[in-house]
């Protein structure tokens, strides 16, 4: 029996399970065993950088089943850097056409709603969440190159553009209807 006040702490708890397997001499076992176990802490994070090369969706998947057996329970998405812009707005579907690589490697790309949803739904099932970040008023270089009317400026967001506010507004909300 697996229990815990919350599914993110039996998901945590099956994660003990599963490292309590044992080999012996080809067959698999669980020990007899009662385990009373928390995280070290309410924190535990780590962060994926998805805007300066591109990471494939069945990559983040191997990283979120990392985070589930290490208990790491937010797993942050750079979504948007000075290279690239990863997320499809469907607001400001321009984002992102103009995005670049880091150091000659693989140019990001623009990933899909349904992705993203089912990232989400896939590490909400294992307790893992997703946290997306989306960078202001600097490393906006793609979003500026994209869209420079509304987020250009001298290598950061010009921050007296009124209109650019609003528009961030609507990213935000675009963004919180993925990754709840």
């Keep these: 029996v697996v229990e815990?006040?919350?599914?993110?702490?039996?998901?945590?708890?099956t994660a003990?399970?599963?490292?309590?397997?044992a080999d012996k001499g080809g067959r698999f076992e669980i020990p007899k065993m009662k385990v009373k176990d928390w995280p070290?802490?309410?924190?535990?994070?780590?962060?994926?950088d998805?805007?300066?090369?591109?990471?494939?969706?069945?990559s983040l998947k191997a990283v979120i089943e990392t985070c589930r057996l290490w208990k790491i329970r937010y797993c942050q998405l750079d979504l948007s850097s000075d290279e690239a812009f990863t997320y499809p707005s469907t607001a400001f579907p321009k984002l992102g056409t103009k995005n670049e690589a880091m150091h000659n490697g693989v140019v990001p790309r623009v990933y899909?709603?349904?992705e993203l949803r089912e990232l989400v739904a896939f590490a909400d099932a294992r307790g893992v969440t997703l946290v997306p970040e989306l960078n202001t008023p600097g490393?906006?270089?793609?979003?500026?190159?994209?869209?420079?009317?509304?987020f250009g400026g001298p290598k950061i967001?010009?921050?007296?553009?009124?209109?650019?506010?609003?528009?961030?507004?609507?990213l935000?909300?675009?963004?919180c209807d993925v990754f709840k």
Excluded: K
């Design 4 to 13: 815990g006040w919350d599914y993110r702490a039996v998901c945590e708890g």
């Design 16 to 21: 003990t399970l599963l490292q309590a397997i």
């Design 40 to 48: 070290h802490a309410d924190f535990t994070g780590t962060m994926v």
């Design 50 to 58: 998805v805007s300066r090369q591109q990471i494939p969706i069945d």
């Design 112 to 114: 899909t709603l349904p």
């Design 139 to 150: 490393h906006t270089e793609a979003m500026g190159r994209s869209m420079p009317e509304l």
């Design 157 to 170: 967001m010009d921050m007296t553009n009124d209109a650019m506010y609003q528009s961030l507004g609507t």
């Design 172 to 175: 935000v909300g675009e963004m």
